[in-house]
């Protein structure tokens, strides 16, 4: 499985409130980058073991999110992936737009 992949299943099991941790996050590019700011972002909210944030929270949590947008969004633009892992990286995109609106109504 690509890190596309995984970080998909990942954002999913985040919906779901379910444990979310990725492997790649040991990489030493982008992406590696990107797997330890989801880590982050997938720890803080299991810490806060609620669906309501105060506000700083969820400012917080919605810049780690605009951050991985952010790369998700350029990856998606470099052309250097496959076409299942750009159909794959559509669904991710769309995981991470719900889990922004669910924070921002938090």
Do not use: C
Request: no cysteine; glycine share 10%; hydrophobic share 40%.
């Amino acid at each position: 499985m690509g890190w596309v992949e995984e970080l998909r299943q990942a954002f999913g099991r985040l919906r779901t409130g379910g444990p979310a941790q990725v492997s790649f996050a040991a990489r030493s590019d982008v992406v590696g980058e990107l797997g330890r700011e989801f880590n982050a972002l997938a720890s803080e909210l299991a810490d806060s073991g609620e669906d309501r944030y105060t506000r700083d929270q969820a400012h917080r949590l919605r810049n780690r999110l605009a951050g991985i947008l952010a790369v998700l969004h350029v990856q998606s633009e470099a052309g250097e992936l496959a076409a299942e892992e750009q159909s794959a990286l559509k669904e991710l995109l769309s995981e991470a737009k719900s889990l922004e609106a669910r924070l921002r109504q938090g």
